[in-house]
């Protein structure tokens, strides 16, 4: 591996050592269901989200609302000593990914048979603080250059 490609392997790695993300893997409900639950908390703030999500009448809210609890206790271990109402945490991103697609035959009519595809999804939540020190920032935008 190249110098460069190292030194740009190792600042991601350190980026992602300061994010505080959650997965769910092989949920089995498919994407575009997760989707539209998904499109409503995206941006928003994690204690609007937990409302919008405990109120949500569809069934991938359950899932995804214990999923941003995860986020949040992630967030806890990374950032100890500092507390949640004050760093102001939001969703920064939250990705839906197609998974494994089980497939199943049914019975028709005339002898023919109908594929059915048990579809599932894997879905990955990033959490930001909107309290972030602008310091930060501005060491990013000196390497830029």
């Known amino acids: 591996m190249g110098s ?3 030194l740009s392997a190792e600042r991601r790695k350190e980026e992602k ?13 498919s994407p575009r ?10 941006g928003k703030d994690v204690d609007q989200a937990l409302y919008l999500l405990k109120t ?8 995804l609302r214990k999923l941003l609890l995860s986020a949040m206790a992630n967030w806890q271990l990374k950032n ?4 949640i109402e004050d760093s ?3 969703i920064k991103t939250i990705q839906v990914d197609c998974g494994r697609v089980l497939k199943r035959i049914r019975p028709a009519p005339q002898g023919r048979a109908h594929w059915i595809r048990k579809r599932s999804n894997h879905v990955t ?21």
């Open 56 to 63: 949500c009448p569809k069934e991938p809210a359950i899932r």
């Open 17 to 29: 050592k300061s994010l505080a993300f959650a997965r769910l893997g092989n949920v089995p409900t």
């Open 125 to 145: 939540l990033v959490l930001g603080s909107r309290n972030e020190s602008p310091e930060i920032e501005e060491d990013n935008l000196d390497t830029k250059e």
């Open 88 to 90: 102001s945490l939001f």
């Open 33 to 42: 269901k997760m989707r539209l639950v998904t499109d409503l908390i995206r």
């Open 80 to 83: 100890e000593g500092q507390r």
């Open 4 to 6: 460069r490609k190292q």
